[in-house]
């Protein structure tokens, strides 16, 4: 093993000691102390941490005055610039949740409380200040934070909630709303979102629901915007507020949208939290991942997630700090479980036994992952490892024979006796995949044809992949290269996999009853371990039929400006937009 230092941590305690005179000699003795070195796994990019004991020899010396670097003082002002690997799909965070504008959301928007998707699990205030539930569980009363403004200096009312609420209930609103609709409704009944009076709002459920709070969390919207634009929910997504500037309370403010450049934002100076530390975010629009590593190593750009390949070169750069955060974040095969080729669950599990998933993590992110042992990421409340598919081709190729499938012509398979299946037909299907996954795909295609099935891969961006298959009763496609991540601890994130009302409104045209009726007791509930048992039983199903294979939970690489400091900003990797307090982002002068 080669040894790089990637962060070094010290911490050394060292006891006052008071001098008899200022000419006394100064004391040297050793201490041991413990430090954090990183090495590189022989002939990998993949770092690991491991603690180091030395001694070393401290001198105690005369206490003097000085002034402390990093004073706030010294923290204000300063241009923060993140690089974004995506363009922004959109600025208005009811109609788009998808990847970087979530980064832009958790800067300029706010929910009314976390623990939802996108969000830390653990249910915190944000603008809801406080709440009750009556005795029945069915009237909410929420009581907001008082002295919020909007970016254009409104301030922030009851009556903003309930237009928000209205707008995500309301069919009529842009397909993005569409996503957090369910949530906001109980068996198709949506809920009542009532201002009591100017900040307290009062919402009635027709069923009790105990996660109300994690399931509505998504940031807020302006009211006074849209009624003076004159802008019905219809026309959102078209209307600048969603592809030019958005309108938000959180601790900075958009100023300017260059598409396919950046967006700039400045500090918001009325912030509920208080002044950010910094002058000026930009977020910088960069999607070839060299020409990212370049901004990275030049300074261009203070903050990026990069390609986990080019950690060996950054690790050389004195210049940079890297942070490898386990994120709550999947990759998965999705089957459509309609088409009769994956109808039984014995092929699903034989594709499981038949890829390589830690090939699949070396291809994608150079190891920085790990192999799932469960159909939900390990942040849901219950989680406990389940028996592991094994790599086993040989497996593979038995459950396959089981279902009707022999070997042919060539070594490939056909079918032979599966029903649905006209007897003769190969076992060839088509694998969408999107850009960014190929090297996913490209693995999984190798695997199959390993054991005589073929997956022709179409390179499809996923955007277009939902536009055709999203709500479909018959949906065209075979298998995906998909995933999710951020879908929060209590499972309800996951519905649009494995439980959203109906196989026509499932992703993977998957419906079960037993499945719908536990998921019912997880919502009606809100005990987290009787929600962690019963979250369990439906893994244990989801387990045997896999109606979607995980194939890795993912670790991302970001790096830094040494002389950005995140160190207030609570950094958290189940938050999406990664920093808990953004306005407590500084650069050194």
């Keep these: 093993m080669s040894k790089k230092r990637l962060i070094l941590i ?16 100064a004391e040297v003795t050793p201490e041991t102390i413990t430090i954090i070195e990183t090495v590189i796994v022989e002939g990998t990019p993949q770092v690991i941490e491991k603690e180091v004991q030395v001694t070393v020899a401290v001198t105690a010396v005369p206490e003097e005055p000085a002034e402390e670097v990093g004073e706030e003082s010294d923290r204000q002002g300063g241009v923060f610039t993140w690089g974004m690997p995506d363009e922004f799909p959109g600025f208005n965070p009811i109609l788009n949740n998808n990847y970087t504008e979530l980064w832009l959301f958790g800067l300029t928007s ?47 009312t009851a009556d903003d909630v309930v237009f928000w609420a209205n707008a995500i209930q309301d069919p009529e609103t842009g397909e993005g709303a569409a996503w957090w609709r369910p949530r906001f409704e109980t068996a198709g009944v949506p809920h009542t979102f009532e201002a009591v009076d100017k900040y307290t709002v009062q919402v009635t459920t027709a069923e009790p629901i105990p996660s109300l709070l994690n399931q509505i969390c998504v940031p807020l919207i302006p009211k006074h915007y849209f009624e003076e634009n004159g802008v019905s929910n219809a026309d959102m997504a078209n209307d600048p507020f969603n592809t030019e500037i958005n309108i938000g309370t959180g601790p900075f403010k958009m100023v300017e949208y260059r598409r396919g450049e950046a967006a700039v934002l400045e ?12 002058d000026t975010v930009v977020l910088r629009v960069i999607p070839d991942p060299t020409a990212m590593l370049a901004a990275v190593q030049s300074g261009e750009v203070d903050w990026a997630q990069v390609e986990p390949q080019y950690v060996p070169q950054l690790l050389q750069n004195p210049n940079i700090e890297l942070h490898i955060l386990k994120m709550d974040s999947f990759r998965a095969l ?14 699903r599990q034989a594709f499981m036994h038949a890829v390589d998933r830690q090939s699949v993590i070396n291809a994608y992110v150079m190891g920085y992952g790990e192999i799932p042992d469960y159909p939900f990421t390990h942040v849901v409340y219950g989680y406990e490892p389940l028996p592991q598919y094994e790599y086993d081709p040989d497996k593979a190729l038995e459950l396959l024979a089981e279902v009707g499938w022999v070997e042919g012509p060539n070594g490939t398979l056909v079918a032979e006796n599966v029903e649905g299946v006209p007897a003769g037909t190969p076992f060839e299907f088509t694998l969408d995949t999107p850009p960014r996954y190929q090297a996913i795909g490209t693995v999984v295609q190798a695997n199959l044809a390993d054991i005589g099935v073929k997956a022709n891969m179409l390179i499809q961006d996923y955007p277009t992949w939902l536009a055709e298959n999203l709500g479909k009763e018959d949906k065209p496609y075979d298998v995906v290269v998909g995933g999710g991540g951020w879908l929060g601890s209590d499972g309800a994130g996951y519905s649009w996999a494995y439980y959203a009302g109906s196989a026509t409104n499932s992703q993977m045209s998957y419906y079960n009853p037993e499945v719908e009726g536990l998921w019912a007791q997880v919502t009606a509930t809100d005990d987290k371990e009787v929600k962690g048992e019963l979250l369990r039983e439906i893994a244990v199903i989801l387990w045997d039929e896999l109606p979607m294979a995980p194939l890795l939970w993912q670790n991302w690489v970001f790096a830094a400006n040494p002389k950005v400091h995140v160190e207030e900003t609570e950094l958290n990797p189940n938050l999406f937009a990664l920093f808990a307090k953004p306005e407590t982002i500084w650069i050194e002068k």
């Design 334 to 347: 999705e089957f459509n479980v309609k088409k009769p080729m994956f109808a039984d669950k014995r092929v």
């Design 110 to 156: 706010e929910p009314l409380t976390w623990g939802g998707e996108n969000y830390p699990t653990e249910l915190k205030p944000i603008l809801a200040e406080s709440w009750e539930v009556s005795e029945d569980g069915l009237v909410w009363t929420i009581h907001l934070r008082q002295g919020v403004v909007w970016h254009d200096g409104v301030e922030f």
């Design 10 to 25: 010290l911490f050394l305690i060292v006891s006052t000691i008071s001098l008899l005179t200022a000419c006394q000699p």
């Design 267 to 278: 500090a918001n100076p009325d912030y509920w939290r208080g002044k950010p530390y910094l």
